[in-house]
């Protein structure tokens, strides 16, 4: 299910003389900025919501057990909050190839919260790509998430590491703190003591 869209990115925008691009982060950008940036900043992206309905086979899961990450879905009068990242054009080749499994990049206009704005790009994942996976409910995404693991580690941590960066950005978001709520115990920091039979 690796539907690769960095060529496609790539033909998408031209940056001309433009030498630094805002780029809008609401998922794995925010906790993992694993290139390079000359600065960042909160921001939120208005009409769009934050939701586990893309399918992960490349990096949080595997062809035979996807796991789910975030791509943002249309919703009227909604806000995403964020990170904004000012990049160089050319990172969108590092970034193109780390989200190519179905992320196509838009226009979007980033309001910046000291009530500043800019124009800049967002990856979305649209219900058109083979990727995708849609809508469930909380229980079935956290079973699925708590499956799941990938060459980038387990789907959970994705998870939980997004949730610790949103409350560190100060925002609720309900979506992703009913999937953590949802999420079975983690067998891995068990730490019941199975040699002691009293
Ligand atoms: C983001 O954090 O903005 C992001 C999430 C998934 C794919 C690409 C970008």
Redesign the pocket.
Do not use: C, D, K, N
């Given at each position: 299910m690796d539907i690769d869209t960095t060529a496609v990115n790539q033909r998408r925008h031209r940056f001309g003389e433009h030498e630094q691009v805002w780029?809008?982060?609401?998922?794995?950008?925010?906790f993992k900025a694993d290139f390079a940036y000359l600065e960042r900043k909160p921001a939120s992206i208005r009409g769009h919501v934050r939701r586990f309905w893309?399918g992960s086979h490349d990096h949080r899961g595997t062809p035979a057990c996807p796991g789910r990450?975030?791509?943002l879905a249309p919703q009227a009068g909604a806000t995403c909050a964020?990170m904004a990242y000012l990049i160089r054009p050319d990172v969108f080749d590092h970034?193109d190839h780390?989200?190519k499994n179905g992320?196509l990049r838009f226009s979007t206009t980033l309001a910046f919260d000291d009530g500043s704005q800019a124009q800049g790009l967002?990856?979305i994942?649209d219900p058109e790509n083979a990727a995708y996976l849609g809508p469930a409910t909380d229980s079935e995404i956290a079973r699925q998430i708590a499956a799941a693991i990938g060459p980038s580690g387990r789907n959970r941590d994705y998870l939980t590491e997004l949730a610790d960066a949103l409350s560190e950005l100060g925002t609720t978001d309900l979506h992703v703190q009913a999937l953590v709520a949802c999420l079975p115990p983690d067998s891995s920091t068990d730490t019941t003591d199975i040699t002691d039979s009293r």
């Open positions: 780029l809008f982060g609401y998922g794995s950008l925010i893309q990450v975030v791509t964020g970034l780390r989200e992320y967002v990856y994942a």
